[in-house]
C-alpha cells in the first residue's frame, strides 16, 4: 500500500489539533536555532543554570534507588516545603493538602483547563497574555475570550468593566497572569480584590497566575507582588499555577505545582494519572531543597534582572520611535516599533541583520500586535551586546 | 464570606472530571499504603531500581548545567538511539523524525487521544485493559467502545468480529495492547494484520500499546513479540505509546515515547507545549544510555519474569477454584477465584487478612470484574512469601 498523504493524516486529526497556530516565539526560535552568532532574548528564562545546592538532593536520591512510582499529587516533604514557604511569604498558614505537585507551571495550567472547561466552555483572560493559556483551552474544545488592555500614554491599563463585560453565561473563570508575561504589569491590590468579588457573585474560577510574583520591583522591603493569596480563602474557588522554573532556574526540570481548594483533591490526582502519573520523586528531592534554601539565590536574581530592567530601559529610550512602560514585575520588556505592522516578520528580519532574537507581540493575542518581547534576565555582557546590535539596527532598518 | 462547601466546589468543575471513578488499582494501594507487613505486588514495576549505568549519564548533564527548555520533541541524541534500537529489534531501518519524547508512556497516550479524539468520537479497545485508556479519552469527552476478550476453557480469545462490529462513523481509531496488561494476552501477526486492515479500509488510526514488547515468553530466539512494526509502513495512520519505565526499571523517571508519522510532528510538538512543554534534558541523556546499553540488564529482567511467572503459576495451580491462562507476554497473573463477584471488596479484605495487595480485577473493564491481577516482576523471595499468604486464605476464606 502507499502511505496517506501528509494533508489526509491531518485530516485524520481533529480540527482543533491540526489547526492551532505555531506559537510564533517557536517560529522564532526555530529561524535563529543552531546560529551561534545570534544573542537569543525570545525565551522566558535566565542565563543561569541551576544551583548545584538543588541538584545534589535529587542525585542522592535517584543514587539511593527513588526510582518507583510515587505520590500522584507530589512527595510529602515537598507539599510540606511549598507551605513553609508561602507561610514566610504570605504570613499566614497554609496547609500542604492544598498543594499538588506537576510537571511544570504549564501542567498546572492544562490540569485546570481540563478540570473546569469543556467543550463550548468560556474563559475570560485579558491580553497581550502568554500564548499557553489559549492554546491549551483551545486544544480543550473551550474558548478563550480575550479582553485586551489599553497601552496609553506608554502604560498598560486593565479596564475591569470591559474584562467583566466579557463574561457570559458559558464562562467558567477568569484567568490573571500577575506580573504578566509579557507586559511586566502588575495587579494591584485593588484590581485583585475586584477580580475576586466579580468571581464571587458570578460564581466564576478565579484562575491565577503568579510564577513571577517574586520579580516585582517594588519598594525597598517588598519581596513579592500582591496575590490572590492576600484576599481569598484556601477552599474558595481559587486555582493558582506555580513553578519551579524561574525564581530557582529549573525551567529544564518541568516541575511545578498546582495550589486548589482540599475539596478537588481525588478529581486532581485523576487528571495527573492520566497525563503524566505523576512527577519524578528525585526531582521533587531538589525542588524541596529549593524552596528551603534558595532565598539567597532568588534575591540575587531578583537584583540582577531589576539592573537588567534599567539598563534596557535606559537603551531603548534613546529611539524615539521605541515605546514602552517600565515593567513593575516579571523579566520582559515588551516594547512597540513605530510603524512596525508585522512583528513575527520584523522579528525575523532582526534575527537575520541584527542578530538578536526577540520573541514577535503578535504571538501574545489581541493586543500584542506591533510589539516586540525581550527577555532581560540574561548575562549583563550580553545584554548590553543585544542592545548595541538592536539599537543600530533601529537607526539604520525600518520594521515590517 | 464562607467559603463554598465541597459539593458546590465539585459542581463547578466539569461533570468529566467530577464523575470519573477512581482507580481501583488506587483504591488498593491507599487501602494497604503505609503498611509495612504488606506485599504489594499491586502496580505495574519491578522491584530493582535504575541501574546505575542509566543514572550517572542524566547526573553528569545536570551537573553541567543542561537545565534549560529543550526540544519540545524531545533531544536529538535520544531521537536517534530511539532508531537505533528500533533499527536492532525490529531489522529495518527507522527514521528519528518519526519519534517524541513524553512524560511517560502514559503522556503519550495522552497524546494520542488529544490529537485525534474530540468531544463525541469514539474510540474501539479490546478489554480487559489498563484503565488508562479509557480514563482519558472521557476526560478529553471521546467515548471508549470497550469490546471484552472472551475467557473459554482456560483461555483469553479476542473476537475480531465482534471488534469490528463496534466501529461506528464516530469511531476514530482502534487500540491494541499486546502483550496486554492485565492479561498478558499476546497477539498473533495475524491478529495486527486484521487490525491493520480494517483500520486502513475505514481510515481509523491504530494506536498500539506495546509497552511490553520484550517481556514476551516465546520460543528460544524471540526477544519480543509480534508487532505493527513488523507489518505497519511508519507514515501511515500508526500511532504507537511506549516507555522507559518497564524495560530499563525507570518507572519513576516519567520518560516514553510516541512514534508517529512525520506529518503530524508541530501538531504533537503544539500538544507537548501546552502540556509539559518538554522532558527534562539531562533526564533524556540517561534514557539514551538506556537505550544503548541496556540489552543485558533487559534479558535478565525478562529471564527472572519468566521463572516468576512459572513459580506462580505453579502455586496457583494446586487451588482448583483459581483459574488463569499462563500468561504469553508482560509480567502480570489476571486470575479468577471461583464465587469472587466483588474484584475489589475481595481485594482489600485479602490486603487486611493475608497481607497481600493485588489489583482488583473490575477496575480492567468489562470482562475483568471476577479477575484479581498480580504484577510477578517481583523479588522471587518476596514472591513465594505472597503465594504462601494467599495460598493460606485460599483455602480459609471466601472471596466477596
Known sequence: MNPPSASALLGAITAASRNEPDSGIMSAVNHGNGRTDIIPVWSGEGNVPTPEAFCRPAIESLLQGETFYTWQRGIPPLRE??????????????????????????????????????????????????????????????????????FENGSWHLDLDKLFGAITERTKAIVL??????????????????????????????????????????????????????????????????????????????????????ALGPAIERIIQYNTSGTAAFLQRGCAAALDDGEDFIAEQVKQARANRDLVAQSLRRHPQVRFELPKGAFYMFFAIEGMKDSLATTLSIIDEAKVGFAPGGTFGPGGEGFLRMCYLRDPAKLKEALDRFGTWLETSKPS
Chains 1, 2 share one sequence.
Open 81 to 150: 516545603a511549598l507551605a513553609r514557604y508561602h507561610e514566610r511569604h504570605y504570613g499566614r498558614p497554609f496547609d500542604p493538602e492544598n498543594f499538588f505537585v506537576t510537571g511544570g507551571g504549564m501542567q498546572a495550567i492544562q490540569t485546570i483547563i481540563q478540570m473546569i472547561a469543556g467543550a463550548g466552555d468560556e474563559i475570560v483572560l485579558p491580553t497581550p497574555a502568554w500564548p499557553n493559556y489559549a492554546g491549551p483551552m483551545r486544544l480543550s474544545g473551550a474558548r478563550p475570550v480575550e479582553v485586551p488592555l489599553d
Open 177 to 262: 497572569n500577575s506580573p504578566s508575561n509579557p507586559l511586566g504589569w502588575t495587579a494591584s491590590l485593588d484590581d485583585l480584590k475586584a477580580v475576586r468579588d466579580e468571581c464571587r457573585k458570578r460564581g466564576l474560577w478565579i484562575v491565577g497566575d503568579e510564577v513571577y510574583a517574586r520579580f516585582y520591583y517594588g519598594g525597598a522591603h517588598e519581596t513579592r507582588a500582591p496575590s490572590f493569596l492576600d484576599i481569598c480563602d484556601s477552599e474558595e474557588q481559587l486555582l493558582l499555577a506555580n513553578t519551579f522554573s524561574k525564581n530557582w532556574a529549573m525551567t529544564g526540570w518541568r516541575v511545578g505545582w498546582l495550589q486548589a481548594p482540599k
